[in-house]
């Protein structure tokens, strides 16, 4: 790779580089959904054992949340779908690399999403588990242990389901720990049971429920398939210890995967610290002792110790020690109804075409600081938009496309110096 950091030109091989690595990632994320899909299919459709337990009655409505939980899952994979499309038919190179780096919180959501996803869907497997093989154990409990999972997993999947850049990558960031407090909940559960299955003289049984839950499967998480990909190994090994938890610090990738992450990085799609944390939960709880928003070394070997890598840490107006910079809608908010109806709706609102700016640039591109004034400038922003696209509107006879927006509106953001780098702003 010979693209050096988010606000570079890259060229048109490059660009399509990262448009199919978006697309891996999807595809990646989709499986590990339709994995969690089934299994709650599975579990809704069983029938109640004797005596009728089973996750039916008050239990469904924890299988419920799986399913809520699948819809907004599904949503932003469809909105970073929609924006790869859109991508791929834009001419400007660098307005299709700023697109798709409009996916990025889409896909970030959509990754920790599903991985809370198929943990839930693993509580559920073990609920079930106990229901069934052991009725020493109390339906009333389990039914409390699982509220207070799902109590834990809440405010995460809040902030991932708001698709907000800075709140996605907070809650991601901070997964590795959720996930080590969500594994010793898994591990208290199902030790529990083996317990309550031996005094009822149920050792087969216990020994049955310990094959099935002997690692939660989401430390797997939805990474590479090995075979036919050449491995590259991160980190010298892990293991699994008495307490359920992963520890150790060895983690076998395919190649296939470091390089779908590596153009994602560079190309400011995902950020390092979103990566690091996705490592985390895979290696295990060692790599959290790591520094916690510095990138494991195996891991910076593996997708490139080049300086974009080494720099790209979790920032925002907290990391930055400043207010933060103003959002500058590079599509007009007063002429929202006008944009809409050449096809900036839904997860192509005019909304989600803001740059972050310096107070000073951005009142420049305004006319000043007093924006009423600023109108009166013939050369500002907002006015010279919009006088553009509507000339070309004339010179074609016919409205512009969606497409044709975003080339005429690329071209004049890079006269600006606009970077095409671009994030949600506020809603109306």
Not at 70 to 92: E, I
Request: glycine residues 10%.
């Amino acid at each position: 790779m010979t693209h050096v950091g988010p606000g570079a030109s890259g060229s048109r091989d490059e660009v399509t580089g990262t448009r199919l690595a978006v697309l891996a990632a999807i595809e990646e994320v989709t499986a590990s959904m339709n994995d969690s899909g089934d299994v709650l299919s599975r579990l809704a459709a069983q029938p109640s054992a004797f005596g009728g337990r089973g996750l039916t009655g008050v239990f469904t409505r924890y299988l419920d949340h799986g399913v809520d939980q699948s819809r907004w899952l599904r949503g932003a994979l469809s909105g970073a779908t929609t924006l790869t499309d859109v991508a791929s038919a834009v001419d400007d190179a660098d307005m299709e690399q700023g697109l798709l780096r409009m996916t990025g919180p889409r896909l970030q959501a959509a990754l920790f999403g599903s991985l809370l996803l198929t943990t839930w869907a693993d509580f559920l497997q073990l609920g079930d588990a106990v229901l069934r093989q052991c009725p020493t154990c109390g339906s009333e409990k389990l039914f409390a242990d699982l509220h207070r999972v799902q109590g834990l997993m809440k405010p995460a999947l809040a902030e991932l389901a708001s698709l907000d850049p800075e709140r996605v990558e907070a809650a991601a960031t901070a997964m590795p720990e959720l996930m080590g407090t969500l594994t010793r909940e898994f591990a208290t559960i199902s030790a529990e049971a083996r317990s309550a299955m031996q005094v009822g003289a149920k050792v087969v049984a216990a020994a049955q429920l310990l094959e099935l839950v002997a690692m939660v499967s989401t430390l797997k998480m939805s990474l590479p398939r090995l075979p036919p990909a050449a491995p590259a190994t991160v980190g010298v090994g892990f293991v699994m210890s008495s307490g359920g938890v992963m520890t150790g610090s060895r983690l076998v990738v395919s190649a296939e995967w470091v390089e779908m992450m590596r153009r994602l990085v560079q190309a400011g799609v995902l950020s390092v610290p979103v990566v690091s944390a996705a490592i985390r939960i895979q290696g295990g709880q060692v790599l959290m002792a790591q520094a916690h928003q510095d990138l494991p070394k195996g891991v910076r070997d593996a997708l490139g110790d080049s300086p974009e890598v080494r720099g790209m840490h979790v920032t925002g107006k907290a990391g930055a020690g400043m207010a933060e910079a103003p959002k500058h809608h590079v599509l007009p908010k007063e002429h929202r109804e006008w944009f809409e109806q050449r096809g900036f709706t839904g997860a192509m609102d005019i909304d989600q075409f803001c740059v972050k700016l310096e107070k000073s640039h951005h009142e420049a591109i305004h006319g000043g600081g007093n924006w009423k004034l600023g109108r009166l400038w013939p050369g500002e922003w907002n006015q010279t938009i919009m006088r553009i696209l509507r000339e070309a509107e004339v010179e074609l006879g016919q409205r512009l496309t969606r497409n044709q927006v975003l080339d005429i509106v690329g071209q004049r953001m890079k006269l600006n110096d606009i970077p095409l780098t671009f994030t949600k702003g506020r809603s109306r």
